[in-house]
Structure formats: C-alpha cells, structure tokens
C-alpha cells in the first residue's frame, strides 16, 4: 500500500489549496480515505474523512464549511480542497487509508506535504 501525498505549500489567509493523494498498491474503491494534520508539538488532528463505499463524508468543526474530500476512484486519487485557509491551518497534510468504514484506525499513512498559511 501506497499513499502519495502532494500539493502543499505556501499562501496567505483568505486564498485556497488542493492536496492530492494518490494510492497505489491496494484496491482504493474498498478503502476510507483520512487527511490529518500535525503541528510540530501537538497531537495529530483528524481534518475529514470519506467513505469507501459510499462517499459520507466527516470534517472537523474547525474546516466544516471550508474544506471539501472529493475522490476519484477510477483515478486512485483523493484530494483535500482547502478555502478560505486561516493561518491556523497551518500545519503538515497527512493522507491516509482503511479497510473498509472511516470509522477506527487508519493504518496506511503516506508522507507528510506542509501548508504554510500566512497572516
């Protein structure tokens, strides 16, 4: 299993990003796909989630509204799209994958991809 993280980088508040992750190696359709995040010294954060099997979708409180998870099976590739960013929303993109519901541990994790959001 294979998760490939990418499209990070630097922008100012009020602007937009989209991180992709592309899969391979595993059968992407049966797996929920996580994005997280991490701030140096803090626990990593769940930031959304979708389903397998029929794209529910989960967010945090904090990006609800702000974020959206879309995903293209035929294509292995989830993404994170990312408006209205906040500096807070800085932070290293982690995408991950599970066997079957978003519910429980995420156990295929890719690399990490930064997003700086300046003020």
């Known amino acids: 299993v294979q998760l490939q993280a990418s499209g990070g980088g630097l922008v100012q508040s009020g602007g937009s990003l989209r991180l992709s992750c592309v899969a391979s190696?595993?059968?992407?359709?049966?797996?929920?796909i996580g994005w997280f995040r991490q701030v140096p010294g803090k626990e990593r954060e769940a930031v959304s989630c979708?389903?397998?099997?029929?794209?529910?979708?989960n967010y945090a409180d904090s990006v609800e509204g702000r974020f959206t998870i879309p995903r293209d099976n035929a294509k292995n590739t989830a993404w994170l799209q990312m408006n209205s960013l906040k500096p807070e929303d800085t932070a290293v993109y982690f995408c991950?994958?599970?066997?079957?519901?978003?519910?429980?541990?995420?156990?295929?994790w890719g690399q990490g991809t930064l997003v700086t959001v300046s003020s």
């Open positions: 991950a994958a599970k066997d079957g519901s978003i519910w429980g541990e995420f156990d295929h």
């Open positions: 190696g595993f059968t992407f359709d049966n797996y929920a």
């Open positions: 979708i389903e397998s099997y029929n794209n529910d979708t």
